[in-house]
């Protein structure tokens, strides 16, 4: 009888050894599980990174060419001219390439290469100049127009907030649980801030 419980005793010993053995693999196995699926992903947030990133720089390209096609032939120009009909072509030239310069800075804004302050650097430098002041007064109209048509949301035309860490966006921060939008001059009817008074 003792080398019975002699045995069972062995038995119940492995037993609980081998159990511990499978919980233990099992573990293992299941963090190596969620490991892979944490880093598909990671992976697939990249993937959509680099994704938006080419695409804003094939919208860039695409609004470039256009307005290359403006500048250079005045027929194709008024397609897109909503500035008062007593400005001269050569001028209206001038506001088409300026526009190029502050659309150049917003995309670079939006792709994340600049940050808020570059941005705003960059601008108030860019804003320096005489007729770049004289455009971003001749588009006051364009301004409001696309103030009225964001009127009440919180989101860039055609697009969606863009999340930053913690909480904030290229389009505003989070505020009591509402996003809080911190509008580009270029959809505001008042005067640039970039400009120096």
Known sequence: MATRKNVMGRFGSAAAGMLAAAACLTL?????GLEAERLRIRRLEL????????????????????????IDDTSLASVIDTYASGIPAGKRR???????????????????????????????ELFQNPIM?????ASRGQR??????????????GGR????????????????????????ASWRSEPSPFMAS
Do not use: C, K
Request: proline letters at 4%; glycine letters at 8%.
């Open 28 to 32: 293992a196995v299941r963090q190596r």
């Open 47 to 70: 993937e959509e990174i680099v994704s938006r990133r080419s695409a804003l720089a094939h919208q860039q390209r695409m609004h470039w060419e256009l307005l290359a096609r403006a």
């Open 144 to 157: 409001d127009a696309q103030a009225v048509v964001r009127r009440g949301t919180d989101r860039p035309l």
């Open 161 to 184: 907030p863009h999340q930053r860490p913690g909480g904030s966006s290229r389009h505003g921060r989070v505020v009591g649980g509402r996003q809080t939008p911190v509008v580009l």
């Open 133 to 137: 002041r004289e455009y971003w007064e």
């Open 94 to 124: 001038q506001y088409f390439y300026a526009n190029a310069w502050y659309i150049n800075l917003y995309h670079l804004y939006r792709a994340g290469i600049l940050d808020q302050e570059e941005l705003y650097g960059h601008a108030r």
